[in-house]
């Protein structure tokens, strides 16, 4: 069946994302800081500028105190001793310390595992699509025996710290909330499951729907982990409607599934 059009929640993500609207040109509290630059190596560059919040101003420095007999007894030892070394702790600013990223984005036909692959497109030799550039990228394994169809396809996305610097983070939470409010926007009536998960990455939500178009039923898990977003997709061919309710829970169990093998790869 070939590499079908992705869906529009993709592209939305991959393409260049729109930057939020500031309200105000004065930031809301003192700990407002901003800008975030994205590159996208696809052939193109594009940037994009985002504002983030960051919670907690940096707390000043204290002012040395004397004790106040001391001060009064011996003046001018006092105004001679040079600053303690805890005054001089309060006068540097604390960094925070920053959650570890990726630095580059394996390939996409390099994060399921061959055995996971096998297992859900059960043939020696499955047709294999792909594309991807250097943060980006898609894999797709499928196999079609009379009317029996399976598939799994995975799409990776990086928010690289050579081009996002200390917002690579920011920049995926970013992207990955952007594609949860696209899924609740697209959701249809062949959408019979949409929710956030736990246990899998930094963040996550699974999907089940029916395209009745190419009549195929597709299991969906999108994850956050780090800078990176994984998006798998386990497809098989459309149920009949009593065997729908099993094939939701199958097509998700088999999406996470692959999802966490994915994740595991990337350790």
Same mark, same amino acid.
């Given at each position: 069946?070939?590499?079908?059009?992705?869906?529009?929640?993709?592209?939305?993500?991959?393409?260049?994302?729109?930057?939020?609207? %500031?309200?105000?040109?004065?930031?809301?509290?003192?700990?407002?800081?901003?800008?975030?630059? *994205?590159?996208?190596?696809?052939?193109?560059?594009?940037?994009?500028?985002?504002?983030?919040?960051?919670g907690?101003?940096r707390?000043?420095?204290?002012?040395?105190?004397?004790?106040?007999?001391?001060?009064?007894?011996?003046?001018?030892?006092?105004r001679s001793?040079?600053?303690?070394?805890?005054s001089?702790?309060?006068?540097?600013?604390?960094?925070?310390?920053?959650?570890p990223?990726?630095?580059?984005?394996?390939?996409?036909?390099?994060?399921?595992?061959?055995d996971?692959?096998?297992?859900?497109?059960?043939?020696?030799?499955?047709?294999?699509?792909?594309?991807?550039?250097?943060?980006?990228?898609?894999?797709?394994y499928?196999?079609?025996d009379?009317?029996?169809?399976?598939?799994?396809?995975?799409d990776?996305?990086?928010?690289?710290?050579?081009?996002?610097?200390d917002?690579?983070?920011?920049?995926? *939470?970013?992207?990955?909330?952007?594609?949860?409010?696209?899924?609740?926007?697209?959701?249809?009536?062949?959408?019979?499951?949409l929710?956030?998960?736990?246990?899998?990455?930094?963040?996550?939500?699974?999907?089940?729907?029916?395209?009745?178009?190419?009549?195929?039923?597709?299991?969906?898990?999108?994850?956050?982990?780090?800078?990176i977003?994984?998006?798998?997709?386990?497809?098989?061919?459309?149920?009949?409607?009593?065997?729908?309710? %099993?094939?939701?829970?199958?097509?998700?169990?088999?999406?996470?599934?692959?999802?966490?093998?994915?994740?595991?790869?990337?350790h």
């Open positions: 069946m070939g590499l079908p059009r992705l869906p529009e929640p993709f592209h939305r993500v991959y393409s260049p994302p729109e930057a939020p609207r %500031a309200k105000s040109r004065r930031p809301r509290t003192a700990g407002v800081v901003a800008a975030a630059f *994205v590159v996208v190596a696809m052939g193109l560059a594009a940037v994009a500028v985002l504002v983030f919040g960051r907690g101003a707390p000043g420095a204290a002012p040395a105190r004397s004790h106040p007999a001391t001060a009064r007894s011996h003046p001018a030892t006092a001793h040079p600053a303690t070394a805890g001089r702790a309060a006068d540097t600013p604390a960094r925070t310390a920053q959650p990223v990726f630095a580059s984005l394996p390939q996409a036909c390099s994060i399921l595992p061959a996971t692959v096998r297992r859900l497109v059960p043939t020696a030799a499955p047709k294999i699509d792909k594309m991807g550039a250097e943060t980006a990228g898609v894999c797709k499928s196999m079609t009379g009317g029996r169809y399976r598939a799994v396809q995975v990776a996305r990086a928010f690289l710290p050579k081009y996002m610097h917002q690579a983070t920011g920049m995926t *939470v970013w992207s990955f909330e952007a594609q949860w409010r696209q899924a609740q926007k697209d959701r249809t009536a062949d959408t019979s499951s929710r956030r998960i736990g246990g899998l990455g930094d963040a996550a939500f699974e999907r089940f729907w029916i395209d009745r178009d190419v009549r195929i039923a597709v299991g969906e898990a999108t994850v956050r982990y780090r800078d977003i994984l998006r798998v997709q386990y497809t098989e061919e459309q149920p009949a409607d009593k065997d729908r309710p %099993a094939a939701e829970q199958r097509c998700l169990a088999d999406a996470i599934a692959a999802a966490r093998a994915g994740l595991a790869s990337l």
